[in-house]
């Protein structure tokens, strides 16, 4: 009996019921009143009275089992059915509001594009998937330039001349290559750093490069560009300040910061403060950059800047942790839904 008991257990643990005849079969064999258990119930009475009570809860079980598996498939069944063939959507889960929204990152860098097309500067894309020289010997990155060791950039292991783009300066590279100036251009696009993920750090992130290449370009040019760009997306009162930084590719170099548009210069938690944010790296196109790319630096001048999207996202949306970004909770994307 014991054996029976077992047995009966396992054919219920393992049986499906794929169609709506399947299911029947189940019900019959295992908990119609013609079905295995009935058989067992009735075999109870052959049981010493002493084993009873132990073999009737043992069955009592089983028949619980049985109940509930039935409910079970019963369910699976109903589910697969509201399914069209073909397909592996599940329609028996709640609606989601069905009005996507543009994701902030899309916002920002539309928006971003838009402030400077109207200046008269068009759109460029270059490779996710760079070699060495577009990516720094280009750029003017020395040997040694730490930005090329190991622990910044993703190296494909087969050929460590080709890697993941760690900046979009690669497309200042491209562009001039293949079109004489004048030349001003924006490159928005993602680039790869191997970073551990944090509230301040990504390894896949997004930027925005500049790029104006003509005869007579000053850094006059740079700072009324840059001006114009921050009082259209933060505010007509913003300020704007150049702070004397290093890039290889850029000759002088600045950091370009905007005064705080939150407290508006006087002191935050955002502005750490100091009444100032950073937005960007710019400087004058530096002359082995050009010659680099078969401009002659004696005739053109150029500028250029880089920013990064998801910091000016951050900034202008007071965002707090950059990993919102790609988690995909709707939460936070719904509130950037009245965005274009
Ligand atoms: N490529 C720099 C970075 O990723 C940003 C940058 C700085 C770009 C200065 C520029 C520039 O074009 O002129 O940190």
Redesign the pocket.
Known sequence: MLNKIKALKQEIESATAVTQDELEQYRLHFISKKGELTNLFQELKNIPTDKKREFGQALNEIKQLAQSKFRDLVSDLERKKSIPAGTDADLTLPAYDPVGSVHPITATRNRIIEIFKRIGFNVADGPEIEDDWHNFTALNFPPDHPAREMQDTFFIEKNPDILLR????NV?IRLMKKQKPPIRAIMPGR?FRNEAISARAHCIFH?V???YVDENVSFKDLKATLFYFAKEMFGKSTKIRFRPSY?P??EP?AEIDISCFICGGSGCNICKYTGWVEI????M?HPNVLENCDTDSGKFTG?????GIERIAMLKYQIKDLRLFTENDIRFLQQFKTMI
Do not use: N, R
Request: aromatic share 16%; glycine share 16%.
């Open positions: 760690t900046h979009t300066s200042q680039v930027q490069e500049g790029l890039f590719f850029t170099s960007a790296g710019s400087g196109v500028f250029a800047f880089g920013m």
